[in-house]
T-cell receptor, first 114, second 111 residues
Framework: DGGITQSPKYLFRKEGQNVTLSCEQNLNHDAMYWYRQDPGQGLRLIYYSQIVNDFQKGDIAEGYSVSREKKESFPLTVTSAQKNPTAFYLC?????????????FGAGSRLTVL | KQEVTQIPAALSVPEGENLVLNCSFTDSAIYNLQWFRQDPGKGLTSLLLIQSSQREQTSGRLNASLDKSSGRSTLYIAASQPGDSATYLCAVYHNTDKLIFGTGTRLQVFP
């Protein structure tokens, strides 16, 4: 079955540590996205990539980094520079990044900073 | 700046009722509007996508309408069931290449 796999589902981090969240898709989609979700707020875009080896900052990119070395993979690193990293992180993909396509989401990764 | 608002924030109804969820956006220059469903602790599932040139889309018991000029969309759920309980989010594709989400309506349908 085609879809998006995010791992780990739950992650605990000590302050000062970097952590990397995995996102893999087998949908052959060109565009991939990372969103952050906090209670009572809508999803906010962190980074997005419309094609391999290219990515753009979203609305809240500070303290995060990404790479897009392969079409099917778009890992997100939460660095120690991110002041409030505890949140639910969602990865998504779409056939293209033109806006005409439905987004498919992964099941999410919940990060808690101890 | 595009802003998306959903009212009400929460809704609790008995099974069988027809209900309407509202979504409003401040800038009518959108490419499309999408409705999603999110179950607790899960990712989002796409329900309906309405292109900017369309007025409505239907899928089973769901019907979504779009009025660009007034900056509004509604999601109509017919004959609600307990399995419909979830958070419903709308999102607009603005004149950039990213979706802007509302904060969602949390729906509970009780037997």
């Amino acid at each position: 079955d085609g879809g998006i796999t995010q791992s780990p589902k739950y992650l605990f981090r000590k302050e000062g540590q970097n952590v990397t969240l995995s996102c893999e898709q087998n949908l052959n989609h060109d565009a991939m996205y990372w969103y952050r979700q906090d209670p009572g707020q809508g999803l906010r875009l962190i980074y997005y990539s419309q094609i391999v080896n290219d990515f753009q900052k979203g609305d809240i990119a500070e303290g995060y980094s990404v790479s897009r070395e392969k079409k099917e993979s778009f890992p997100l690193t939460v660095t120690s520079a991110q002041k409030n990293p505890t949140a639910f992180y969602l990865c998504a993909s779409s056939r293209t990044g033109t806006g005409a396509n439905v987004l498919t989401f992964g099941a999410g990764s919940r990060l808690t900073v101890l | 700046k595009q802003e998306v608002t959903q009212i009400p924030a929460a809704l609790s109804v008995p099974e069988g009722e027809n209900l309407v969820l509202n979504c409003s956006f401040t800038d009518s220059a959108i490419y499309n509007l999408q409705w999603f469903r999110q179950d607790p602790g899960k990712g989002l599932t796409s329900l309906l996508l309405i292109q900017s040139s369309q007025r409505e889309q239907t899928s089973g018991r769901l019907n979504a309408s779009l009025d660009k000029s007034s900056g509004r969309s509604t999601l109509y759920i017919a004959a609600s069931q307990p399995g419909d309980s979830a958070t419903y989010l709308c999102a607009v594709y603005h004149n950039t290449d990213k979706l802007i989400f509302g904060t969602g309506t949390r729906l509970q349908v009780f037997p």
